[in-house]
T-cell receptor
Framework: EADIYQTPRYLVIGTGKKITLECSQT?????MYWYQQDPGMELHLIHY???????EKGDLSSESTVSRIRTEHFPLTLESARPSHTSQYLC????????????FGSGTQLSVL | QQQVKQSPQSLIVQKGGISIINCAYE??????FPWYQQFPGKGPALLIA?????SEKKEGRFTISFNKSAKQFSLHIMDSQPGDSATYFC???????????FGTGTRLQVFP
């Protein structure tokens, strides 16, 4: 079983607040990803990283930002949360040489009021 | 722009029956086609994957059928069980890029 952890599991917050969603993995994977999953279930890549100090935007435009200061840690930040940010956020990691075999965390369900 | 189209959106199957989920892709550069299974409150987990050099791959009760000329692939769950009730996602990628493009998901319910 993959060791990738996301906190918090659920977050309800008011508009305008700054939030950080945490993601950590203990597998030493270089590649990490953030996906947004909408109520219709579809998964969209919003950020990815291939290693320390490497971050890229994904296919879906997002107002969030990410950082990768340590291999094991890939937090996602929203500077000013809005109701349109309400969604499930899933973090994933992959090892080099495994192609697109991703290991996902359990997700953070964010609700912005 | 939906690069991977998945159907049906939902599926109800009786225990012991066969569940079939279909996907179609557009980009001929894709050469890696995984299926992920997601239970409520959990992240997706890799179930089975196929590369286009074979037309079928079987792991236990789960089989992927792949039709390269039609650009289609499907997941077959034989002898479906209530424990198989979950959301299933097909996906596609070029193997050396690892950026998965997911289908829209199929919510499977297996009734006893």
């Amino acid at each position: 079983e993959a060791d990738i952890y996301q906190t918090p599991r659920y977050l309800v917050i008011g508009t305008g607040k700054k939030i950080t969603l945490e993601c950590s993995q203990t597998m030493g994977h270089d590649k990490m990803y953030w996906y947004q999953q909408d109520p219709g279930m579809e998964l969209h890549l919003i950020h990815y990283s291939y290693g320390v100090n490497s971050t890229e935007k994904g296919d879906l435009s997002s107002e969030s930002t990410v950082s990768r200061i340590r291999t094991e840690h890939f937090p996602l930040t929203l500077e000013s949360a809005r109701p349109s940010h309400t969604s499930q956020y899933l973090c994933a990691s992959a090892s080099p040489g495994q192609g697109a075999k991703l290991f996902f965390g359990s997700g953070t369900q964010l609700s912005v009021l | 722009q939906q690069q991977v189209k998945q159907s049906p959106q939902s599926l109800i199957v009786q225990k012991g029956g066969i569940s079939i989920i279909n996907c179609a892709y557009e980009n001929t550069a894709f050469d890696y086609f995984p299926w992920y299974q997601q239970f409520p409150g959990k992240g997706p987990a890799l179930l089975i994957a196929i590369r286009p050099d074979v037309s079928e791959k079987k792991e236990g009760r789960f089989t992927i059928s792949f039709n390269k000329s039609a650009k289609q692939f499907s997941l077959h769950i034989m002898d479906s069980q209530p424990g198989d009730s979950a959301t299933y996602f097909c996906a596609a990628a070029t193997y050396n890029t690892d950026k998965l493009i997911f289908g829209t998901g199929t919510r499977l319910q297996v009734f006893p």
